[in-house]
Structures are given as structure tokens and as C-alpha cells.
């Protein structure tokens, strides 16, 4: 069963965020991972010893365990882990850089119009080079046009 930041983040499915600390965000990862003989499923799963497990349930893990149980975990573990500890989720994240994206490029569409309008050009072609105009190659040991 895959976890998530909210999963993570909230109290038993209620509905109040808190703030985790790494250690503690992977411990409760693993108890909502494998609910029963805990230890035992974070060792076999992560490549630990069942006394390293119990501890990192604990909260007290090393930051070599964590290392190798990041390793092991791989990002399908480590996104709502650290979705946890940061308050928002790798998708979000995401969603949020799309969207500037999708502005800026409003933006700059925006301003190539009003370019080619102040310059008195109809056809964007007219900028292009020539060779990509009329949709001719390149090679780098011929001349343009040449196959």
C-alpha cells in the first residue's frame, strides 16, 4: 500500500497537518506501511537489522540508516517522506512550476507578437533562417540541403 504526504502529515486520517521531522515522518511511514510486525517488514524491506528497525521506529534513526533506507526505499518511499517534513508534496511542487511555466511562456508568447507587430511583420517565417524555412536540413560534413 503506497503512503502519501497526508497519510504522513495527519493524525490517524485526522485532519490536522503536522509538521514532522524526517526521523519521525519515516517511522510513521513505515507503521502505516506494515501495520503488523513492523520491524520485522522495515528490515526485510530496507536491508536493516531488526535493532536498527526498531530504533528507526522509534524515531532514532542514523543518518547512515536513513541514507541506506532512502536508497532501498527509492522515490516511490522518499516523496511523501519529505512531502511530510516540507508541508507540501512533490506533486504539488510540480503542479505549482507547470503552472509559472505555463505563464512565462504566455508572457513571452505575448511579447513576440507585440515584437513582430512593432516591426511591421504579418509572418513569423520572415525571421526564421532560411535553411529551417524552407524546412532544409543541415549536416555537419555537408552543405545545406544535401542528403
Known sequence: MAQTMEAIMTLEGQLLPFARDFREALAIYA?????????VHAAKAWGIDKTTAKNLLKGHASDATITRVLRAGGWAMALPVIGAVIGHSAEQFLEDERRKHVELAR???????????????????????ASHANGERRSFNRRVGQD
Not at 31 to 39: A, E, K, Q
Open 107 to 129: 508572457r513571452n508568447g505575448a511579447l513576440v507578437t507585440d515584437l513582430r507587430a512593432g516591426l511591421g511583420l504579418r509572418n513569423h517565417s520572415a525571421v526564421e533562417p
Open 31 to 39: 507503521r502505516r506501511t506494515w501495520p503488523l510486525n513492523t520491524s
